[in-house]
């Protein structure tokens, strides 16, 4: 049962999103959603498994100008939190992706280990130097490590953006990944079409090895593409082991 989310007149999207739920507590994850921002910090501080929460979604601040923002969070059977993502919609009309984060990049830096302030390069790429409008940030996003597999991060992914057009339906969404994952198609896996690469970079204090984040987007276009695809299928696919 989905609790503390607006609920508009899109009965489909509604139904969707109560059947995706009821699929992950199939998979042993029960959802929540919400837009108490403190609650939401306070059970991430909660869970030291998951690294600390980013400064877009710190309850005390703006949220980088947000005009709406809600998170979701996942639970076992134990009560255990298992799962987190969250979104802010950001009216960035004349305003590109790019130049978004260019002018908050600090809040995307982790807060372990510091970063070497000096080292940071932001590159916009192409298409994050274009895109403006009613944008959506969607981060925070952490998966139990015995939950990472059998396509579970897709579905999990898809029932967020699903939240996202039911409440906002944005131009378009974006989100930062670590380039690791990224070079490994982690971003296609979960239903991202879309990347550019190396979008932040900067040297870690510990090491001062380089570090990037690559650009991870949807556009208005690619979400209703994504949305017709059957999830159980696409799921399905994404649990293949890949040789």
Known sequence: MLIDAKLADTSDLN???????????????????????????????????????????????????????????????????????????????????????????????????????????????????????????????WLRKDLRDQGTAAILIRLGLLVMVREWDPDAVFGLMNWSLACRGFNMRIGYHHSEPMTVTWDRSDSRKQHQVWLVYLEREDIKFLMQMPIVEFSAALANDFR
């Open 15 to 141: 139904s969707e999103i109560e059947n995706l739920a009821s699929l992950l507590q199939q998979r042993g994850v029960f959802i929540r959603l919400g837009k108490d921002f403190t609650t939401f910090a306070a059970r991430i501080q909660q869970t030291p498994e998951r690294a600390p929460l980013h400064e877009q979604f710190a309850p005390d601040l703006d949220m980088d100008g947000a005009q709406s923002a809600f998170w979701i969070c996942g639970y076992d059977e134990d009560g255990d939190l298992v799962h987190t993502q969250a979104a802010h919609l950001l009216d960035l009309t004349g305003k590109s992706i790019a130049a978004h984060i260019d002018a908050h990049q600090h809040n995307y830096f982790p807060k372990s280990p510091p970063v070497i302030r000096s080292t940071v390069k932001p590159k916009a790429g192409p298409r994050s130097s274009s895109i403006d409008g009613m944008v959506a940030y969607h981060g925070e996003m």
